[in-house]
């Protein structure tokens, strides 16, 4: 399926086509780079300028994952349970995450309040699960927002640093 400049009256495509697109690119093809992502919306047809690539991707909710020989590569949060995701060790990921997108902890009694960029807490909530500390009974994320439940204030403090710690 190729969509195409023509698909929109004004002679640009829409953004919903747009992301439409990225997505099939991301689905398809090996993308590492925003660059490159740009070429492959080039040869579709497609000029964007790099802000608006950045605010595309949080908002198809891609990001960066490594592949099995290491490399970054950007994935949908659809494919994000993939084998190759699932391969990287989940201490190594939430570290990842964490330094990446993690703005703020703020710690109330058991409970921590993390902030991400918007459309990115359920990637760092991910990488909190799957990092498995027993300090941690469980997570939920929103767009921006994850509240992590710990077994009691003194673990929620020791995870907050440990989170605040990757960021260094």
Same mark, same amino acid.
């Given at each position: 399926?190729?969509?195409?400049? *023509?698909?929109?009256?004004?002679?640009? @495509?829409?953004?919903?086509?747009?992301? *439409?697109?990225?997505?099939?690119? !991301?689905?398809?093809?090996?993308?590492?780079?925003?660059?490159?992502?740009?070429?492959? !919306?080039?040869?579709?047809?497609?000029? @964007?300028?790099?802000? %608006?690539?950045?605010?595309?991707?949080?908002? @198809?909710? *891609? %990001? #960066?994952?490594?592949?099995?020989?290491?490399?970054?590569?950007?994935?949908? +949060? %659809?494919?994000?349970?993939?084998?190759?995701?699932?391969?990287?060790?989940?201490?190594? #990921?939430?570290?990842?995450?964490?330094?990446?997108?993690?703005?703020?902890?703020?710690?109330?009694?058991?409970?921590?309040?993390?902030?991400?960029?918007?459309?990115?807490?359920?990637?760092? +909530?991910? +990488?909190?699960?799957?990092?498995?500390?027993?300090?941690?009974?469980?997570? @939920?994320?929103?767009?921006?927002?994850?509240?992590?439940?710990? %077994?009691?204030?003194?673990? +929620?403090?020791?995870?907050?640093?440990?989170? !605040?710690?990757?960021?260094?």
């Amino acid at each position: 399926m190729t969509l195409t400049v *023509a698909d929109s009256s004004r002679g640009g @495509v829409s953004k919903s086509r747009r992301h *439409a697109i990225i997505e099939e690119i !991301l689905s398809t093809e090996i993308i590492s780079s925003q660059p490159e992502l740009q070429d492959a !919306l080039e040869k579709r047809g497609i000029s @964007v300028a790099q802000a %608006t690539l950045s605010r595309d991707l949080i908002e @198809v909710r *891609a %990001t #960066k994952v490594r592949d099995a020989s290491g490399r970054q590569i950007y994935a949908l +949060a %659809t494919h994000v349970n993939n084998d190759m995701f699932r391969e990287e060790a989940g201490e190594q #990921k939430l570290k990842r995450w964490a330094e990446e997108l993690l703005v703020g902890v703020a710690p109330a009694q058991n409970l921590l309040v993390l902030r991400t960029p918007a459309g990115a807490a359920n990637f760092l +909530a991910s +990488a909190i699960d799957a990092a498995r500390y027993e300090s941690v009974v469980g997570c @939920v994320a929103g767009d921006d927002t994850i509240l992590v439940i710990c %077994t009691s204030a003194e673990t +929620a403090q020791e995870f907050a640093d440990k989170l !605040l710690s990757f960021g260094k």
